[in-house]
């Protein structure tokens, strides 16, 4: 059973649109199974750089099926906008499948999302604003529109007009928002409805096909574990579930349908938006770390918040997501320090654990117990195989290795897609 699953294990990018693009070219099927275009893959072949939000990153090769699984929610505008911004460079975008089951971001979603933060004040989650929250609110309260009624105009009205009088009351009661129309909204989706028709499916029924036939599938995760629902840094988290186990009911496959997990987190951390950051560097150092790694939101464009590498949450992640591999990415960032951190563990009311507490004033409050390894000062770029990598900075990857419990498959030396060393295959 070929498949592959590939989640972050951070705060999310980590460059999992690099890995899942070195992956697609051995997948016959890419999946991604939640979230929507809050996520941003950049992946960058020879010198173009293609920016992916809902679309799996194996749209880059051709023949490759491209799922957008139930458990993704689709704003169709930004969708058509991308299969369009695709084709434009030159992609084949014949590949490209949408669940008729998934949610659809409906512009109140987006309007909510922005009213909700502001009324949140200094507690802002620091969404991305795209409607992503509100979307998921509405599935799990019964009040969501799906794809399958999107491109049916009659449907999609008829389920319009039971749910709008209800999120207008919200928009003009709670924030004195104007009320939208069906009219208007019917306008600006339309168009958009009618153009991806075509591509909407049961794409359940496909991949549980696809999955019997033997056929390589590659489940694509977007945002990270410590961003996910249930499991991450509550609440400032993403509204679904970005670890392995949003996979089955996200993609419409059983559990027993993946073979592996592979973990992928940079060799350092960082963080977008508000919420506890443990092992977070202020300073200097935190300002080399986002100047080298270039770190700045590929859908926002917000200076991410950069720290050193924390083996508690990796470890977590490694055990939430029972990961069978490991990939550590942008290695080569941290070859300006002479020497190199690792938090493993973290210190709370005077205690040392090993773990990520539920409450969030104790996970704010967590101080990392360090472990300082010795920096190699050296490019590694051009470096692309393991025994050429100086040797501090094998043992700094057999370091993380040994402590998350997960063995590495693959080590990242740059942005391109050849600037990656392999230590195990994973198809
Ligand atoms: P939302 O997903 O827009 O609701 O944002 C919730 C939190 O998840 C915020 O802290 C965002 O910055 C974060 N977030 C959402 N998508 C991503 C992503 O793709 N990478 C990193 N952080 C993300």
């Not at 998934?102 to 795209?130: C, F, K, N, Q, W």
């Not at 306008?187 to 075509?198: C, G, K, N, S, V």
Request: aromatic letters at 6%.
């Amino acid at each position: 059973m070929p498949t592959v699953a590939v989640v972050g294990a951070q705060w999310g990018d980590e460059g999992k649109g690099k890995v899942v693009d070195a992956l697609a070219a051995e997948a016959e099927v890419v999946v991604r199974y939640q979230g929507g275009n809050n996520a941003g893959h950049t992946v960058m072949v020879g010198d173009r750089t293609f920016k992916l939000r809902l679309i799996p990153s194996g749209i880059l090769y051709p023949g490759t099926l491209c799922v957008i699984g139930n458990g993704a929610v689709v704003n169709p505008l930004v969708l058509l906008q991308e299969i369009e911004g695709l084709q434009a460079q030159g992609v084949d975008t014949g590949g490209l499948r949408v669940s008729d089951r998934a949610h659809v971001i409906m512009p109140y979603h987006e309007i909510l999302d922005r009213l909700e933060e502001g009324a949140r004040g200094s507690r802002a989650i620091g969404t991305t604003g795209l409607g992503i929250g509100p979307c998921y609110v509405d599935k799990a309260a019964r009040l969501g529109l799906r794809v399958a009624e999107l491109v049916d105009p009659d449907a999609f009205r008829a389920r319009l007009e039971e749910i709008l009088p209800l999120k207008n009351r919200m928009l003009e009661c709670l924030y004195g928002h104007r009320p939208l129309t069906v009219e208007e909204i019917m306008e600006a989706y339309a168009p958009a409805a009618e153009r991806l028709r075509p591509l909407v499916t049961d794409t359940g029924a496909l991949l549980r096909q696809a999955i019997a036939e033997g056929r390589r599938v590659l489940f694509e995760g977007a945002q990270g574990t410590l961003l996910d629902v249930d499991h991450g840094t509550y609440p400032y988290v993403t509204s679904s579930s970005a670890s392995a186990g949003g996979i089955a009911s996200g993609a419409g496959v059983s559990p027993r349908a993946i073979e592996k997990v592979l973990g992928v987190v940079k060799a350092y951390t960082t963080r977008v938006g508000g919420g506890p950051f443990p092992t977070e560097l202020k300073g200097e150092e935190g300002d080399i770390l986002r100047r080298e790694g270039k770190e700045f939101g590929t859908v926002t464009g917000r200076p991410r918040r950069c720290g050193w590498f924390d083996v508690v949450a990796t470890r977590y992640a490694a055990r939430l997501n029972g990961l069978t591999d490991l990939a550590i990415l942008k290695l080569d960032v941290l070859s300006p320090f002479d020497e190199v951190k690792i938090a493993v563990g973290y210190r709370v009311d005077g205690e040392v654990i090993d773990r990520i507490p539920a409450r969030l004033d104790l996970m704010a409050s967590a101080e990392p117990v360090w472990e300082t390894l010795p920096g190699w000062r050296q490019d590694l770029t051009g470096i692309r195989e393991w025994n050429r990598l100086p040797r501090a900075a094998q043992q700094y990857v057999r370091r993380i290795e040994e402590l998350v419990e997960v063995p590495v498959a693959m080590v990242s030396v740059g942005p391109r897609r050849d600037e990656t060393i392999q230590l195990r295959p994973l198809f």
